[in-house]
């Protein structure tokens, strides 16, 4: 099947926003540790990039869940695959996203993550599609608000698909 791909942020747009975020974040939490919690598979890109334009030290680890479904919808419900392998008690902790949706997915996150006894927990998302939200999440930061289309690239897959695009796109 032929696959039309619109661009809806360029590579130098994106990157453009992950620096000022980088810099936000090197200004909130300057003078101290900022431990940056990827979602695995998509944030991972977001999380790279943003981090390797921080000035302050990081750490970084990894926490894997799915949503029923590998399309562009999912059933809501969740699965945690792969836990963090530190504790984070005590610690400014940040958590990376790549979209915010339904907010299914990050509500979840929160709440484990809240009984861990964090210093601090936020989210830093690059894009948020606050049209569909079913659960409300609290955002220290994103970069990109999007109507309600479906983005790939930049991490973001559509069934594993198209995570490697260095730019975000729209499928047509
Ligand atoms: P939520 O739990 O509904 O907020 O969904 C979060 C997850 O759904 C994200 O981490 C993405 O993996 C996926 N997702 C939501 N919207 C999109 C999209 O437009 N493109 C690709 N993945 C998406
Ligand atoms: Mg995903």
Same mark, same amino acid.
């Given at each position: 099947? #032929?696959?039309?791909?619109?661009? &809806?942020?360029?590579q130098?747009?994106v990157?453009?926003?992950?620096?000022? @975020?980088?810099?936000?974040l090197? #200004?909130?939490?300057?003078?101290? #540790? /900022?431990k940056l919690?990827?979602? &695995?598979k +998509?944030?991972?890109?977001f999380?790279?990039?943003? !981090?390797?334009?921080?000035?302050?030290?990081v750490?970084?680890?990894?926490?894997?869940?799915? !949503? %029923?479904g *590998?399309?562009?919808?999912?059933? +809501?419900?969740l699965l945690? *695959?792969?836990?963090?392998d530190?504790?984070?008690?005590g610690?400014?902790?940040?958590?990376?996203?790549?979209i915010?949706?339904?907010?299914?997915?990050l509500s979840?996150?929160m709440?484990l993550?809240?009984?861990?006894?964090?210093? !601090? &927990?936020e989210?830093?998302?690059?894009?948020?599609?606050?049209?569909r939200r079913l659960v409300?999440v609290k &955002?220290? @930061?994103?970069?990109?608000?999007?109507e309600?289309k479906?983005?790939?690239?930049?991490?973001?897959?559509?069934?594993?698909n198209?995570? *490697? /695009?260095? %730019?975000?796109?729209?499928? #047509?």
């Amino acid at each position: 099947m #032929e696959v039309k791909i619109s661009t &809806l942020f360029t590579q130098d747009e994106v990157e453009k926003r992950i620096q000022e @975020m980088a810099d936000a974040l090197s #200004e909130k939490y300057k003078g101290g #540790e /900022l431990k940056l919690i990827g979602i &695995l598979k +998509g944030s991972v890109f977001f999380l790279t990039e943003l !981090s390797k334009r921080m000035t302050i030290p990081v750490t970084m680890d990894f926490i894997s869940v799915s !949503s %029923y479904g *590998n399309g562009t919808h999912s059933s +809501g419900m969740l699965l945690l *695959n792969k836990d963090l392998d530190d504790p984070i008690e005590g610690q400014d902790v940040v958590i990376v996203e790549d979209i915010l949706d339904t907010g299914r997915t990050l509500s979840y996150i929160m709440d484990l993550f809240a009984k861990r006894k964090p210093k !601090s &927990l936020e989210i830093v998302t690059l894009l948020d599609k606050p049209s569909r939200r079913l659960v409300e999440v609290k &955002l220290l @930061m994103s970069g990109f608000v999007i109507e309600d289309k479906f983005v790939i690239g930049y991490g973001l897959d559509y069934a594993q698909n198209y995570r *490697n /695009l260095p %730019y975000i796109g729209v499928i #047509e």
